[in-house]
């Protein structure tokens, strides 16, 4: 069972550390991973190296996406651009 309202089918990562996050729901939603780390330093490591950035995943059963165990985000803060 899903955590979440709204799932993610595939994340791509895209230029200027930007996520692209399709929903289940059909809609597609960007999030800016770089201005988010700029609020929250913990996330820095993530944009610091592109390659580290690149290596997004979809966890928890499309809830979240992830970069390694301790740098998340959930799917229902991408979909309302927290």
Known sequence: MALHEHRIVSVKPLSSFTVECDFDDGSVHRFDVAK?????????????????????????GGDAIAWDEMHDLSSEGIYHGI
């Open 36 to 60: 988010f780390a700029d609020r929250y330093p913990f996330y820095k490591s993530v944009v610091e190296d592109s390659d580290t950035f690149r290596r997004v995943k979809i966890t928890l």
